[in-house]
């Protein structure tokens, strides 16, 4: 017999070794999340996929799941904290949704939303970040990074290429590109990289193909997030 | 750069290389060489570093951006940063700051991470979080050296040294002079004297033998957490692994400590004994202690305690002549992170990477340094259990409390006549500890760090111990002259600076408190901005990665319980303050218009006036 917890009052299967996350995709009940993409390792740094363990919030993504433990995941404390953590990401950097080639298409909108988050609540900080067109195929704007590091993970672990790092610490911490210019042109980046198509925001977008699908016939304007997931699962649909 | 600057820095480099080695691993130690010679580290060092061990040059800019002590830029050739913990504040930090920079011809104040560079290249002026030095403060670095004891002479001096371009060997060498100024002495701090005694019980009676007196002892980790010492040493010992690592833990960051600083000052062969017997208790062959950038001034006399205790046969291969007893020790410099203190960011930054907090589990006990099993402790607890397997572990529990056996070695700075070292049975009261060192008009008493707890008169019975109030070792005393909210802002800006920057809420959260903290004493606060703060603190407290995170708000939300004055008295009016000022905004426009009547004024944020 498989061994099991219960998420939310339900009953989910899961292997030993799996984590919460794992589990819960595995049974096709969502946990909203950003830095988590199960093709990469876990990383737990968004912070958005918190779930309540009794005593104690763990991160879904790299807390493992053990027989019998009740997860609450959709509580009003939970979902008002994922807010707030929500919240500090947007006054972190500069998101312009309406404007934003990627709305509607957007994961960290789209959870946004998922949780009610309404405002950005808290004063911006209006950080100074350009905007890198260096690159002949695909663009990224900084100011929507949201410091995942997914593309760094997809490119190091996947594309093989280490284009991608964090540099700086605390608010200052920040993006940077392996290359002699620290521009993403000079790098041996390539459109057809994993690390091309993971970013959860409009971070990193190809060129040419903007505004394809009119706002409001998006991914995310047509059904939520908790139903039809990662925009990533979807990138044919949606760029 | 010019070329011939480039030739010498490429020479530096090779010359580096080739002492110390071409382990990718000791990145950090090598970028930590090349900015002692050149003031930064240049460009052709990258280059050459990023092309000799095989990491990216961003990698390598990386953590030249993440350390606050490495520069991609030259500081002055002489780099003087002030410690900028409260305590040196109290001790008049900021009035010898200005006199220092009004001397040397500067102009404004250093901020964190943000020096005053004089032109002319030969001095600049910045700030470091705690130095380690409370008890002697207020104190600076120069060049890494620690100067204590600072006052308005002694401002003047350094001045003039400065101008005159006297190298540092030959500034006068009462400047350097740290004291240890040990007030209370109790089971460790009673004899410093060791002979070897605890690693021969080691050999005769084998390690098991050795850790049975560890656990029998009920010794717990003294650098904050209180992780029973015997348990993780045991879980490391039967971890699946190749080889095993001990890391002693010199990082010292939490502001107000520096009891390891007397320990490794006078203490070190004890320190090193217990690494030692831990080591042949795990079977691990090599063990390193990492040293806070802080306290470089210590390298020469820890560097000298290894070279003599190797020649003794007490480190080394075959250690007392045992057969298969074989560990030696690197030292390792960190370079200016408080979050380097946190065992796993230790172990990444051991590695020569940015010091971000690990994903765990794994635990480093089962995966810690390349990955093997690891015991990483603090200072005083490798003192502490040399001592056990010397003397038994009974000798231990003969004092304490039920869950802390011994004792615990306290930094008392602040507000009081005696600052200095202090080792108490655990289990004494915060009053008894104010008495002893001479504190009077206690307003405030800040336990164990800016990331520990504010206890007010109320708590003054309580005691140290982990059933109660548990302490890494920091004790800063605040009298009733003291305005608690400067100790606030000083802790607030301290946790924002080192946030490693990993997680959303320590990240941002820190960012916003230190803001909103800002606001609240510039005097433009309301209520709403108080409960602004709770409601951060609590998110940062509930959703941090890493205990940096989860404690950095403790400051904030323990003064506004127990001091709620502070703040309150500050509040501009009771709902809300905007943070943004409409009509300063509109100054601009005011000037580039010339307009400067009434209409072109916003007297509110709510009120437009026509
Ligand atoms: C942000 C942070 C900073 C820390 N700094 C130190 C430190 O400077 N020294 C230390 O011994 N432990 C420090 N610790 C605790 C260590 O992670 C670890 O628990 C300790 O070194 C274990 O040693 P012990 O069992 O002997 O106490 C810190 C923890 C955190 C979360
Ligand atoms: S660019 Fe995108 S994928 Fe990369 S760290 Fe930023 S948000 Fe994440
Ligand atoms: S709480 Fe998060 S950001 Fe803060 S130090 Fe820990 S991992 Fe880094
Ligand atoms: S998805 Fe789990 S922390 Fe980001």
């Known amino acids: ?239 | 750069m010019n070329e011939s600057l480039a030739v010498t820095v490429e020479g530096f480099v090779a010359e580096s290389l080739a002492t110390h080695g071409r382990d990718p691993r000791h990145l950090l130690q090598h970028l930590i060489r090349v900015q002692q010679r050149f003031s930064c580290v240049p460009d052709a060092a990258v280059e050459a570093l990023s092309a000799a061990l095989d990491v990216t040059r961003t990698q390598v800019r990386a953590a030249i951006a993440f350390y606050a002590f490495l520069h991609d830029r030259p500081r002055g050739a002489f780099e003087i940063r002030f410690s900028d913990n409260i305590t040196d504040r109290m001790l008049g930090s900021r009035r010898l700051i200005r006199l220092l920079i009004e001397r040397l011809g500067l102009t404004g104040l250093p901020a964190w991470g943000c020096d005053l560079v004089r032109v002319d290249g030969r001095v600049s002026v910045g700030l470091a979080s705690c130095t380690g030095m409370c008890d002697q403060g207020p104190a600076l670095l120069v060049n890494g050296q620690a100067v204590t004891n600072l006052d308005a002479q002694r401002m003047d001096r350094i001045a003039d040294l400065v101008q005159e371009g006297i190298p540092l060997e030959r500034w006068p060498g009462e400047f350097f002079r740290v004291e240890n100024n040990i007030r209370r002495r109790g089971l460790l701090l009673g004899n410093p004297a060791t002979d070897g005694a605890a690693l021969r019980r080691l050999v005769d009676e084998g390690a098991d033998a050795a850790l049975a007196e560890v656990e029998r002892s009920g010794l717990r980790g003294r650098g904050g957490a209180g992780f029973t010492t015997a348990l993780k040493w045991r879980f490391c010992r039967e971890a699946p692994g190749t080889d095993r690592y001990v890391v002693c833990n010199a990082d010292e960051g939490e502001p107000g400590t520096f009891k390891d600083r007397v320990l490794l000052t006078d203490y070190a062969d004890l320190v090193i004994e217990g690494m030692t017997v831990c080591a042949g208790v795990l079977g691990a062959r090599r063990g390193f202690l990492y040293l806070r950038g802080e306290y470089l001034y210590l390298l020469p006399h820890l560097e000298s305690v290894l070279q003599r205790r190797r020649a003794e046969g007490l480190l080394g291969t075959r250690i007392l002549g045992a057969d298969g007893l074989d560990f030696d020790i690197e030292i390792h410099l960190g370079a200016g992170a408080y979050i380097c203190g946190e065992e796993s960011a230790l172990i990444e930054s051991l590695e020569g990477k940015r010091g971000v907090t690990r994903k765990r589990p794994p635990f480093p006990v089962t995966s810690g340094f390349d990955d093997q099993p690891t015991v990483v402790n603090n200072v005083e607890t490798f003192l502490a259990a040399a001592r056990v397997v010397q003397w038994g572990g009974y000798w231990l529990r003969g004092e304490g409390t039920d869950q802390s056996a011994g004792s615990k070695i306290l930094s008392v700075s602040g507000d009081c006549a005696r600052p200095g070292i202090y080792e108490y049975p655990f289990g004494t009261p915060v009053h008894q500890v104010l008495s002893d060192c001479g504190a009077e008009n206690t307003q405030a008493v800040q336990i164990s760090g800016a990331a520990g707890a504010t206890l007010s008169p109320a708590d003054f019975d309580r005691i140290i111990a982990f059933e109660d109030l548990p302490t890494a070792g920091s004790f800063m005393i605040f009298d009733h002259r003291r305005d608690l909210l400067d100790m606030v802002r000083n802790f607030a800006a301290f946790f924002a600076h080192e946030s490693c920057g990993f997680c959303t809420p320590c990240r941002v959260g820190g960012a916003l408190l230190r803001n909103l903290v800002e606001k609240v004493a510039a005097g433009q606060g309301s209520e709403y901005d108080l409960s602004e703060m709770r409601h951060i603190g609590a998110v940062m407290r509930q959703a941090s990665y890493c205990g940096l995170g989860h404690t950095a708000p403790n400051h904030v939300l323990n003064t506004l319980d127990k001091f709620p004055q502070i703040y309150r008295r500050r509040l501009a009016r009771e709902a809300h303050t905007p943070s943004f000022d409409l009509d300063a905004a509109l100054s601009e426009a005011r000037a580039l218009t010339g307009r400067d009547d009434v209409g072109a004024h916003v007297r509110d944020g709510s009120e437009v006036s026509s």
Do not use: W
């Open chain 1, 1 to 239: 017999m498989s061994k099991t917890f219960k998420l939310d009052g339900r009953e989910i299967p899961f292997e030993t070794g799996q984590t919460i996350m794992d589990a819960a995709l595995a049974a096709g009940v969502y946990i909203p999340h950003l830095c988590h993409n199960p093709e990469l390792a876990p990383h737990g740094s968004c912070r958005v996929c918190l779930v309540d363990i009794g005593e104690r919030q763990v991160s879904a993504c790299t807390a493992a799941a053990s027989e019998g433990m009740e997860v609450d995941s959709s509580s009003e404390t939970i979902q008002a904290t994922r807010r707030a953590i929500l919240q500090m990401l947007f006054v972190e950097g500069n998101h312009v949704c309406p404007a934003c080639e990627k709305s509607g298409a957007c994961q960290l909108q789209a959870v946004a939303y998922y949780t009610g988050m309404l405002a950005p609540h808290f004063t911006h900080f209006f950080p100074r970040r350009p905007v890198d067109a260096s690159h002949p195929d695909v663009v990224i704007d900084f100011n929507r990074c949201i410091l995942c590091e997914l593309c760094v993970r997809a490119s190091r672990d996947h594309d093989g290429k280490r284009v991608f790092a964090i540099s700086g610490r605390g608010l200052e911490s920040h993006l940077v590109i392996d290359s002699p210019s620290g521009l993403l042109g000079d790098s041996c980046f390539a459109a057809a990289d994993k690390a091309a198509h993971v970013c959860p925001t409009g971070a990193i977008l190809p060129k040419g193909r903007g505004y394809e699908t009119p706002i409001g016939e998006r991914l995310y304007d047509r059904e939520p997030i908790s139903i039809v997931g990662d925009v990533r699962a979807h990138e044919e649909e949606v760029v």
